[in-house]
């Protein structure tokens, strides 16, 4: 695991400060005894002594410090660790895995975690809802229409999978949906030569998002839309 070695110690300091911070230790998952919230037998958020929280199933207060993407020991590579040190299992991946982020004072695996390692430690669940991650080449990367109810329907059946796939194990912090999407306009226009407002400006006139866009300009200038600029 040397991909992971390279972890930022100041991250680990403040994971180590947190919880000497909590005073009397922490529960089995790594939230805070001295904060003192519901036990609901899920990570939910509590408001605490006036804070928003992230509470444990146990009921007490949580900060996720984490490391993301250690599936990717299998994605190809010179070393291939995967292969060469672990055979290929990921049930010896994950006990590697989740030793070495406890000595690194880390308390959750984050997103992109082996099925395996998410029964030893708290993460987060994966869900790629859109084509819009900064990093896909352009083959793949797409600005959807969320206002067609095709593609709404995709997305709750996306979403289906990914809470079935997850249910019952305690130790889910959450869900994300698609990593790094691609929002910021400018940042967009330079990459992709467009960005999210201007992709639904370019849909036909019977798409679903042109006819929602439409009917915003008609609501926020009183119908008098054909005076604006093209």
């Not at 997103?111 to 080449?137: C, D, H, V």
């Amino acid at each position: 695991f040397r991909f992971l070695s390279v972890s930022i110690p100041l991250t680990a300091l403040l994971a180590t400060s947190c919880v000497a911070n909590g005073g009397g230790g922490v529960d089995k998952y790594g939230g805070a005894l001295s904060v003192k919230g519901r036990a609901t037998g899920v990570f939910h958020l509590e408001k605490v002594n006036g804070r928003h929280c992230l509470v444990t199933p146990e009921g007490h207060g949580f900060l996720s410090l984490g490391v993301v993407h250690i599936s990717a020991i299998a994605q190809e590579s010179k070393v291939d660790l995967f292969a060469k040190k672990y055979g290929r299992d990921w049930a010896e991946v994950s006990l590697a895995a989740l030793a070495n982020l406890r000595s690194w004072g880390y308390n959750s695996a984050g997103y992109g975690a082996p099925q395996p390692l998410r029964k030893m430690i708290p993460y987060m669940a994966s869900s790629q809802l859109t084509n819009t991650s900064l990093y896909l080449p352009a083959s793949v990367f797409r600005y959807p229409d969320v206002f067609d109810p095709d593609m709404q329907r995709k997305v709750r059946n996306r979403i289906r999978f990914a809470c079935t796939r997850e249910k019952g194990n305690p130790n889910l912090i959450g869900y994300y949906w698609t990593d790094t999407p691609q929002w910021d306009l400018k940042r967009a226009r330079r990459k992709r030569k467009t960005d999210w407002v201007s992709a639904i400006r370019s849909f036909p006139a019977a798409a679903p998002g042109k006819k929602r866009y439409v009917r915003f300009l008609s609501d926020r200038y009183g119908g008098k839309i054909g005076a604006l600029p093209k």
